[in-house]
């Protein structure tokens, strides 16, 4: 059974940054594309950024350019820089494979607030 351990998020400042961590298990992780997704209140969740096993990376526009997404296959790791932060940035975090496994993890909150 996949699990998807989620860390990292907090409350900080808009220009702010932060690291998340998504820790998995329970499954062949380096043959995946992993991705970071996010759900802010009232909306869908959305892709915001993704990896292949090789380290090619894929981002929404509304990241592009502050957002830097990396993985460790040997820890079965995946990773998300934040800078930048923005306020319409808050929201729950999650990392999973895309498409997207049943399972999901419980995220990780993220606010951006002065």
């Known amino acids: 059974q996949v699990q998807l351990v989620e860390s990292g998020g907090g409350l900080v400042q808009p220009g702010g940054s932060l690291r998340l961590s998504c820790a998995v298990s329970?499954?062949?992780?380096?043959?995946?594309?992993m991705g970071w997704y996010r759900q802010a209140p009232g909306q869908q969740r959305e892709l915001v950024a993704s990896?292949?096993?090789?380290?090619?990376?894929n981002y929404a526009d509304s990241v592009k350019g502050r957002f830097t997404i990396s993985r460790d296959n040997d820890k079965k790791t995946v990773y998300l820089q934040m800078n930048s932060l923005e306020p319409e940035g808050t929201a729950v975090y999650y990392c999973?494979?895309?498409?997207?496994?049943?399972?999901w993890g419980q995220g990780t909150q993220v606010t951006v607030s002065s």
């Open positions: 999973n494979k895309k498409p997207p496994f049943n399972e």
């Open positions: 990896i292949l096993s090789g380290g090619t990376t």
């Open positions: 329970g499954t062949i992780f380096r043959f995946y594309i």
